[in-house]
């Protein structure tokens, strides 16, 4: 069983930064690989980026590749997205997501079983 607990979210204007955090609690070791979604309301939730819990391998969303980073701290069971340059149309909830696998690129919202509670980040023009 994994828990997951987003922080950092909040409202920031157009061309800052953003650094949103997951904490992960139970089981995370092996093949265990976090993810990065966002959901704007009424659309369907939106891949962002992944990254392997073992290795250094990530995996971006070829429209949000560039200004957004993940990152992870094993020590602190910590995934990390890094938000550049934050337009009005990044308005959304953003969720990290869990699950084992040796495919850490996965995209699809079924295949991650566990979800945090998602962190509102919402940016001014």
């Known amino acids: 069983q994994v828990q997951l607990v987003e922080s950092g979210g909040g409202l920031v204007q157009t061309g800052d930064s953003l650094t949103i955090s997951c904490g992960a609690e139970?089981?995370?070791?092996?093949?265990?690989?976090m993810a990065w979604f966002r959901q704007v309301a009424g659309k369907q939730r939106e891949f962002i980026a992944s990254i392997s819990w073992s290795d250094l391998s990530t995996h971006y969303s070829d429209s949000l590749k560039g200004r957004f980073t993940i990152a992870k701290d094993n020590a602190k069971n910590t995934v990390y997205l890094e938000m550049k340059s934050l337009k009005p149309e990044d308005t959304a909830v953003y969720y990290c997501?869990?699950?084992?696998?040796?495919?850490?690129?996965?995209?699809?919202?079924?295949?991650?079983?566990?979800w945090g509670q998602g962190t509102q980040v919402t940016v001014s023009s």
């Open positions: 997501a869990a699950r084992f696998g040796a495919d850490y690129y996965i995209e699809q919202t079924y295949r991650y079983p566990w």
């Open positions: 139970g089981r995370t070791s092996g093949n265990f690989n």
